[in-house]
């Protein structure tokens, strides 16, 4: 395949994308790196023949397989060592939990008593390091041999491995029909049979469950993946479309402005017409309020009087005017004679003061 087929925009590009994002998770390329960088894809594409989905080599991956296999086996061999250890463990708890309620049996007693004895004996010898390897002296002076001493009779052990195993069947059957209505609550109404059928199945139903949950999981991380390119592409997408707005908004600007001008000239002459018809309003209101039909009426008498009086000064102010015109048809001569007549007046008026004066002296 030539590096311009897979290269190309189309089917090869997103097989490409899926196998990078699939087996090469840490390289989180985009379309674009691949286009611009077409050796690269191809080196990528071949790359991807030699390893798996986790990215490891496939010879790795095979040798890490087997290391897995070999761990599970031992943790496997492991567990059900330890599993048997606690019910066995669990079993001398219960037992001594029933015995502070109730009486139990001489064979019980006897059957949970050789039980722990050598349980116990058998820990303590497995903490005793061998005498060819120890560097210091044993814990407490003991040897192995002390503490076999302290082991059961041999009837009595043999008498309890051979009820054991009875036991420890009770013990795990309860525990998986705990496990059972755990997971699936409906079966604690049915028999001991049907559980019986239910927990043998149990294990494969879980193993199903598990996978159904990693499928989940991996699909999930597929989606993630596919979110976070989108979420870059819609991001770019979304930058590009502001960009786009902001040089729209510029170009349209100084189109839109005059007229929304216009239209706030208009909206302020109506609203300052609407406030002086408001004012003229209030004061109609005032008017009203102030001057009632009585009052009016008054006025209108007064401004009546006022009127009648008016013309009456205006005639006589009229008549006047013609008196002056009259006079000032003489001249120099009549202005002379006003003077001296005045003269002469206020010369009387003064003479008529000062007798006035004489004649309240001589009283």
Avoid at 9 to 27: A, F, N
Avoid at 89 to 114: C, G, I, N, R
Avoid at 250 to 270: G, P, V
Wanted: aromatic residues 6%; negative net charge.
């Amino acid at each position: 395949m030539a590096s311009g087929d897979f290269c190309s925009p189309g089917e090869g590009m997103e097989i490409l994308q899926q196998v990078c994002s699939r087996q090469l998770p840490l390289c989180n390329l985009r379309e674009e790196d691949l286009l611009q960088n077409p050796h690269f894809s191809k080196l990528l594409l071949s790359l991807s023949q030699h390893v798996d989905e986790s990215g490891l080599s496939l010879s790795l991956a095979k040798e890490q397989a087997q290391a897995w296999k070999e761990v599970r086996l031992h943790k496997t061999t492991w567990l059900r060592s330890e599993i048997l250890q606690r019910v066995i463990q669990e079993l001398l708890v219960d037992y001594y939990v029933k015995t502070q309620d109730t009486d139990v049996t001489s064979e019980d007693k006897k059957f949970h008593q050789t039980l722990e004895q050598r349980l116990l004996v058998t820990e303590l010898t497995q903490l005793l390091v061998p005498s060819q390897e120890r560097e210091m002296p044993p814990l407490l002076g003991l040897e192995k041999a002390d503490l076999l001493e302290l082991m059961p009779p041999s009837e009595d052990f043999v008498w309890m491995r051979a009820r054991l195993p009875l036991e420890v069947e009770k013990q795990l059957k309860k525990k998986c029909f705990t496990l059972l209505c755990y997971h699936d609550p409906n079966s604690d109404s049915d028999s001991e049979t049907l559980k019986a059928a239910k927990v043998w199945k149990l294990a494969e139903v879980l193993v199903g469950d598990r996978q159904q949950c990693q499928d989940a999981k991996s699909q999930q991380k597929e989606q993630m993946v596919l979110l976070e390119k989108k979420s870059a592409t819609y991001s770019q997408v979304l930058l590009r479309c502001l960009a786009l707005l902001q040089m729209l908004l510029q170009e349209h600007r100084l189109k839109t402005q005059s007229e929304l001008d216009r239209i706030n000239a208009q909206y302020l002459e109506i609203k300052c017409s609407a406030m002086i018809l408001k004012l003229r309003m209030e004061e109609l209101k005032i008017l009203s309020d102030t001057y009632t039909a009585e009052k009016v009426e008054v006025h209108h008498l007064i401004r009546d009087r006022l009127e009648g009086a008016i013309r009456l000064q205006e005639q006589d102010m009229e008549k006047s005017r013609q008196i002056l015109n009259t006079y000032e048809v003489l001249g120099e001569e009549f202005d002379r004679l006003v003077k001296e007549y005045t003269q002469l007046k206020q010369a009387t008026e003064n003479k008529r003061w000062a007798l006035q004066e004489f004649s309240k002296a001589y009283r």
